[in-house]
C-alpha cells in the first residue's frame, strides 16, 4: 500500500494564492513520483518560519492530529528546512513513538532519486548529497528508517548526548562515500574511452521523471547479453546494446536518472558524474510524456539542466512518448510537429510497441 503523506505549504506575504495552488500541486506530483498517496494538504500564511517548528505549535498540534486521523506516515514540508526544525517538529509529532517521519523538499527529491537509482555510483551520490544535507544530526534521529535512511549508528540518546562522535562519525562517513564514489567514476570513465577507442556508438536516453526512460530502454536493450561481455562487466544495469539492422551493428545505449524541477543545485552537483553517460554520447534521446500537460515546460526543464551539463549541442531526437494515452492525438503531434521541427521528434508508445521500428531507423541515420 502507498505511503500516506500530509503537505505542509508556507505561503510568504508577498505570493499569490494561485502561486501557492501551483506550488502545492507540484509537490503533490512530486509524492506520486515517489508512490506515495497525499492525504492531506495544509497552507498556513506565514512571515517566515517559525525557528523552532518551522510551521510554529499551532499547527503543530493541528497537524498532530491529522496525522493520526488519518494514519499519515510521512510529512513533507514544502521548503528547504533547517536539520534542527525537522527534527523539533517529528519529535513534536510523534512523542517519541517515531511513526511519523517529516521530510523536507529536498529529503522528498533525494528519496525519489533513491529510488529510481539502479548504478552503484547514483546510488552512493544520493548517499552523499543526503549525507550532506542532513549533517551530523542523522546520526542522531534513531532508527526511524522511513524517515531518514543511511542513518544507523546507535539509539537517539547516544546520538544526542554525543555530538562529538556524531560529528566525527559523519565526516569519515563523508570521506569514504567519496572513495567509493571516486573509484566509481574513475572505473566508468575508462569504460567510456575504451568504447570510444572501439569506436562505438553511444546512444543516451534523457528526460523529465516519469516520461518513460527506463521503460524504453528495457524495450530497446538486450542487456543479459551484456553481462557476460567483459568489457561491460562492471558496467551497470543502465548501459544495455541496441542492434541497428540498417548499419549491420550494434550501439550502446545508456538509462539516466530523471530530471526534475527546481532540483536543488547540491544535487545538480551530485548527479553530474552520472550524467556524464550522456555528455559521452553521440546522441540524445530526450523523451517526453506526450501525455502531460505540462511536457512543454518539462521540455524547457530538462534543455535547461543539459545546457548546465554543456551538452545542449548534441544530436537530439525529442522522443514523445505514450501516444496511446492521448485522446486528441493528431491535433497534439501536429502542433509539437511545428514547435519543435528542429528536434527530429517522433512519437511513440512504448507501452504498444508503436513507431519503434522509426525511432530505430531514426537513430540509425543520425549515428
Ligand atoms: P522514467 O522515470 O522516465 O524511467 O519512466 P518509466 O520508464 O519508469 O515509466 C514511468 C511510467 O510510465 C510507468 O508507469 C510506465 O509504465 C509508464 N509508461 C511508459 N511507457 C508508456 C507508454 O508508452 N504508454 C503509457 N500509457 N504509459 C507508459
Ligand atoms: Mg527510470
Redesign the pocket.
Known sequence: MAEKFILVHLIPPDQRPEDADNELQELVALVTTYGGATVVKIMQKRDHPDNETYIGKGKAEELKISAKEEKAQVVVLNGIVKQGQIFSLQRYLTDGKEDVAVWDRMDLILNIFAK?ASTAEAKLQIELARMRHMGPRMYGLGGNELSRQGGGIGTRGKGETNIEIMKRHWREQIKQTQDRLKKLTTEREKQIARRKELGLKTVSIV????????????LLSKKRKLVENALFATLDSTVGELYVPSLNSTVIIS?TI?FIQNLPPQLIDAFKSTLMESVHAHILLH?I?I?DEKREEKIEIVEQILADLKVENKKRIFVF?????VENLEEITYQLHQKYSDYNPIF?????K?NIESLIEKISRYI
Not at 321 to 325: Q, R
Not at 348 to 352: D, F, G
Open positions: 529510481h528526460g523529465y521523471t516519469n516520461a518513460g526512460k527506463t521503460s524504453l530502454f528495457n538509462d530523471g523523451i510524456d501525455s512518448n505514450k501516444i496511446d494515452a511513440i508508445s512504448v507501452h504498444n508503436q
